[in-house]
């Protein structure tokens, strides 16, 4: 379970690192407002308390735009990008139990780059408002991003899935084809067969499971496994933003949902991947083994592997400098000076 919970946390780069430089079928009437000037009203009052300040300049970004599914209309987060281009957009997903905030040193310097850059949540997850709760098994997150995409994105994407959202990729990719122009899979979590055994769990007993995920200690041993050395008052910060859309009252209810629906199984997909992907690793990953990397690189036809030194579990908050580049250069191989795709290599990281 651990496993599954802990790409969610949170974090922020080591104290060294410096940013560089339609119809629809609903309505929403409610103007956004902005709390203490800064935050959007639907936020939890926790954001108050997080010091990150990256991650509450992310976090006034988010909005909530309709999205329709067969149900009805949700009001789904995200961080739309400043300006739209025509290139290809960079979409970015999160891990299991997170939000777009895992992508708040990452999707400046995206942007910085000259990418469109969006910062999605899956349905289930993150800030939307899901007060109608909608089914959140594999097939409505699948519905849902596709609904988004087409509505709001309307270009070929590249898709960048970390951890267990590199099954939502892989998924999303194989049913939608047209939608993913490529793919990119950070320390990914592709080999798990579901939820396993949690999926037959009576729900009394999942629910008090999913209490213990939302539980302060738990989620700060997470995030130590997933950075290496932290200051205690970080490594505090970094739970509390990895947590905070866990405050939202629907968030028991859909994460319940998705663990008994038996959540995502994507081995059998792997070898269907038509896009060109790129993998991206961390070298020093305590969650998942590195040697799944190079098993990904053989199975994925058209893949290269690049993996980061000295990084562990979440290389886009640990290391997003080397996340972004290297995103950057993917989606611009023209920019680049990339090795022989067929060959695993590492990058070296100024410190």
Same mark, same amino acid.
């Given at each position: ?55 509450? &300049?992310?976090?006034?970004?988010? @909005?909530?735009? $309709? %999205?329709? =599914?067969?149900? +009805?209309?949700?009001? *789904?987060?995200?961080? &739309?990008?400043?300006?739209?281009? @025509?290139?290809? $957009? %960079?979409? =970015?997903?999160? +891990?299991?139990?997170? *939000? ?14 000259? =990418? ?236």
């Amino acid at each position: 379970m651990l496993t599954f919970f802990s790409a969610g946390t949170g974090g922020a780069p080591p104290p060294a690192f410096l940013l560089t430089g339609t119809n629809l079928k609903c309505s929403y009437s409610r103007r956004l407002t902005i709390r203490a000037g800064e935050f959007p009203d639907f936020l939890p009052i926790q954001i108050e308390n997080i010091k990150d300040p990256y991650a509450r &300049k992310l976090a006034s970004r988010i @909005e909530r735009i $309709p %999205v329709n =599914l067969s149900k +009805g209309c949700i009001m *789904s987060s995200c961080v &739309k990008p400043k300006e739209q281009t @025509e290139a290809n $957009p %960079v979409v =970015l997903l999160h +891990g299991f139990d997170s *939000s777009c905030l895992e992508w708040r040193y990452t999707l400046p310097m995206l942007e910085d780059a000259g =990418l469109e850059t969006w910062a999605v949540d899956i349905l289930g997850w993150g800030f939307s408002d899901l007060g109608r709760l909608p089914s959140c098994d594999v097939a409505s997150k699948r519905d849902h991003l596709y609904q988004l995409w087409s509505t709001h994105i309307k270009k070929p994407m590249v898709l960048v899935g970390p951890s267990l959202g590199s099954a939502v990729a892989i998924d999303f990719s194989v049913k939608y084809p047209e939608a993913v122009d490529r793919l990119v899979l950070i320390d990914a979590s592709v080999y798990a067969e579901g939820t396993g055994n949690l999926a037959t769990l009576p729900k009394a007993v999942a629910y008090a499971g999913v209490y213990l995920l939302k539980s302060l200690p738990l989620r700060l041993y997470a995030t130590s496994l997933a950075f290496n050395g932290l200051p205690f008052s970080t490594c505090i910060d970094w739970t509390n933003i990895g947590r905070l859309h866990c405050s939202l009252p629907w968030w028991e209810d859909a994460l319940v949902n998705f663990m008994i629906s038996g959540g995502y199984n994507v081995i059998s997909q792997i070898e269907h991947v038509k896009q060109k992907t790129l993998i991206i690793w961390g070298e020093d990953d305590q969650i998942i083994d590195n040697k799944l990397a190079v098993r990904l690189h053989c199975e994925l036809p058209n893949a290269i592997l690049r993996q980061i030194p000295k990084c562990g579990h979440i290389p886009h908050v640990e290391k997003p400098d080397a996340v972004s580049r290297l995103i950057a250069d993917f989606v611009r191989p023209d920019q680049s000076q990339r090795a022989n795709p067929d060959s695993v290599s590492t990058i070296s990281v100024p410190s």
